[in-house]
């Protein structure tokens, strides 16, 4: 039994990440039918300005290691949003009447353009960020050992993605960005600056992702320029268990594919951990197409 | 107007070519990784090479002619390595170097066999790829059943009892973990308590340790590459769980331990062939300071340095045999060439172009991270 709950909350921990970056497949999709392949990358890009934050300006010994890694947070999530935005001007708006299959190939080719572009930068070895920043202490509870940075992600996962909700549903541009999902002729005609609304939903989307790639390179550390594509693909998997389009379900998605795949290495195999997530995706797609959460077509995102 | 300058260059160049053959230079392939996810090799391979082969013209080349290095990315994936392996056969190269991963390998030999163009690979070690028979194919690593007799050999002197056995699904990793496996079950008095793989590229694996860590193995060797090496040993040490690790041979990276953390890596054990910095030879000693006067830092890992090693023999063989005949170059690498001072140590081959010798040696990771070759036996 002990083994049982310590693998689950190693799973939620992985599934908050997962969340935290199904929720840019599922905004973009929701509003523009478009599954952005590039967004892992950019998720490599948060990890990577943290990297560049963390080394270049020490601030730590100034005002503290939590005030500076909330600032930093902030400013990495301002940057990836800009980075989203003009990767919509450049890569998606001109294909916005194409066939939705060419938007598709460009997400790619941009995918291999800022991968590589992040190696040419930095480097293709492997970067580390710098050790000990925050306290890693392990809390023992009921005979399990989690490390407090753990629990830390996933309440910060979960408490952004709160935050994304609220905003979605209580605020006058969340209305908006709904409108727009249902129907980018309707929504114009009353008003909304379709093309505005699709560069916020290109902010807020890579934004989230670079906040996970930040959250990512604290905890484990470890940096390549090709770290975006595993998670990219887990995320996407997670988007469309949780029914992709819809926001909630890209939360329950991230995290139940993270406890699907923590439980699955435990009592089956560890090599087929991603066989059984992608056989319960399966079967999920078979029984409800539309995803678990997916049944309200017409309120998309 | 236009037309006649045109008619006249192309006249004079049709004159000069002729003339241009009789100085060429000697073409050398060099098929290495530079973008994918073992890029960090591929272009330590590249300065490596481009390195001794600058070294070489300026000794004035081999038989009066200089060399010259083509390279083609193989990106890591054997797809695009028979893509440029199809390119470099129509380069007019007479030999190549490369290339590092073993499936990536093994796309392109039957394509520089057929083009009778002699193959040098540094970093593919598994055991299929010289039993095949092909003539013009050599390399300067040593196989996986090699590895696998030493790992077996060590985890039983240590006298460890429950053995935990760790891949990633590669066909080198498995390869080696099967290798292993088998020998520790012939000599026996060592239980195999876990014999699982990893998904490699993913960032947490406490999902796998605490696996693990529930069949209370008295070590784990696991066959993997570094970046999951460096993850395991910190995560491990996150949970507090203080077993023996050993690494395989392709855990011989210096950012093993930066990933890790020094805490983490001290007292780590793997295997591997002897790097440039271990070896007392004058050749290696010769090349290190070269290598970083130029790019002021040490090579990255004994695979790169091995296709210094490759071009070393190539030339040397061009040398020997007087000519740039494939046949004649095979036959001198396979009886003629004998204990070559390359930069990790001497170099012959067997008729099946393996290199020959026991390669293998046990490093340990000290307090202040740095690799410690073991005393051997």
């Known amino acids: 039994m002990e083994l049982f709950f310590q693998q689950l909350t190693n799973g939620l921990a992985i599934g908050g990440i997962y969340a935290l970056i199904a929720l840019g497949y599922t905004m973009v999709y929701g509003v523009l039918k478009l599954i952005n392949f590039a967004h892992g990358d950019l998720f490599t890009l948060g990890a990577y300005i943290g990297f560049t934050l963390l080394t270049s300006m020490n601030l730590i010994g100034k005002i503290g290691p939590l005030p500076t890694l909330f600032l930093f947070g902030i400013i990495i999530m301002g940057l990836v949003g800009i980075a989203g935005i003009v990767l919509e001007r450049i890569a998606y708006r001109p294909l916005r009447s194409a066939d939705r299959l060419a938007a598709v190939v460009s997400a790619l080719g941009a995918s291999i353009v800022i991968s590589n572009s992040i190696m040419l930068i930095y480097g293709a070895r492997f970067l580390v960020y710098p050790h000990h920043i925050l306290p890693n202490f392990t809390i023992n509870l009921l005979g399990m050992k989690i490390p407090f940075m753990r629990i830390a992600m996933l309440l910060l996962s979960i408490i952004l993605m709160i935050i994304l909700y609220l905003f979605v549903q209580k605020t006058r541009i969340g209305t908006a960005i709904r409108a727009t999902a249902i129907d980018h002729g309707a929504a114009r005609l009353m008003g909304i600056d379709v093309n505005k609304i699709i560069s916020v939903v290109f902010f807020i989307g890579p934004a989230l992702g670079g906040a996970a790639g930040f959250m990512v390179g604290l905890y484990y550390g470890q940096l390549n320029f090709m770290m975006g594509w595993m998670y990219g693909l887990k995320a996407f998997i997670a988007a469309v268990i949780g029914g992709i389009g819809n926001i909630p379900g890209a939360m329950l998605g991230g995290l139940l594919l993270g406890v699907i795949e923590a439980l699955g290495a435990a009592y089956i195999s560890t090599s087929w951990k991603d066989a059984i997530a992608f056989f319960v995706l399966i079967i999920i797609l078979i029984v409800r197409p539309t995803g678990i959460l997916g049944e309200r077509v017409a309120d998309k995102i | 107007m236009v037309k006649k300058i045109l008619l006249f260059t192309l006249c004079l160049s049709l004159f000069y070519i002729p003339m241009g053959f009789a100085k060429s230079k000697i ?351």
């Open chain 2, 27 to 377: 073409k050398i392939g060099l098929m290495c990784p530079q973008t994918g996810s073992w890029a960090s090799e591929g272009i330590d391979m590249k300065k490596i090479v481009n390195l001794l082969a600058e070294d070489i013209n300026k000794k004035g080349g081999v038989l009066g002619r200089k060399i010259e290095i083509i390279d083609e990315d193989d990106g890591g994936d054997p797809r695009t390595a028979a893509l440029a392996a199809n390119k470099l056969c129509t380069r007019g190269i007479v030999a190549v170097i490369g290339t590092y991963g073993s499936s990536v390998t093994e796309a392109t030999q039957n394509i520089f066999n057929e083009n009778k163009i002699i193959q040098i690979a540094n970093g593919s070690t598994a055991i299929r790829l010289t039993e095949k028979g092909y003539k013009y194919f050599f390399r300067t690593c040593p196989r996986d059943d090699e590895q696998g007799r030493v790992a077996a050999k060590t985890i039983k002197k240590f006298g460890f009892k429950r053995v935990a056995i760790l891949h990633d699904n590669t066909t080198y990793a498995k390869g080696l973990a099967e290798e292993a496996k088998q020998n520790l079950e012939k000599m026996g008095g060592v239980k195999i308590v876990f014999f699982d793989a990893l998904t490699p590229g993913e960032r947490d694996y406490t999902t796998i340790l605490t696996k693990l860590q529930s069949k209370k193995p008295d070590v784990v060797f696991f066959t993997g590459y570094y970046p999951e090496a460096g993850l395991l040993l910190k995560q491990k040490k996150e949970m507090g769980w203080n077993v023996p690790f050993i690494g395989g041979d392709a855990t011989n990276n210096p950012d093993l331990v930066k990933i890790a953390g020094l805490d983490a890596a001290k007292g780590f054990y793997f295997l591997s062939p002897p790097v440039p910095q271990d070896l007392d030879t004058p050749q290696a000693k010769a090349f290190l300071k070269a290598y970083q006067a130029k790019y002021h830092a040490l090579p990255g890992s004994v695979w790169a340095v091995l296709s210094g090693d490759a071009l070393l023999a190539i030339v040397k063989a061009i040398d020997g045999s007087k000519s740039t005949d494939p046949d004649k170059m095979a036959y001198y690498l396979h009886y003629k060439l004998k204990d070559m001072p390359g930069l990790t140590g001497k170099i012959s081959f067997n008729e099946k172009g393996d290199r020959v010798g026991d390669l293998y040696r046990v490093y340990k990771v000290d307090d202040k991270g740095n690799f410690v070759l073991q005393p051997k036996d």
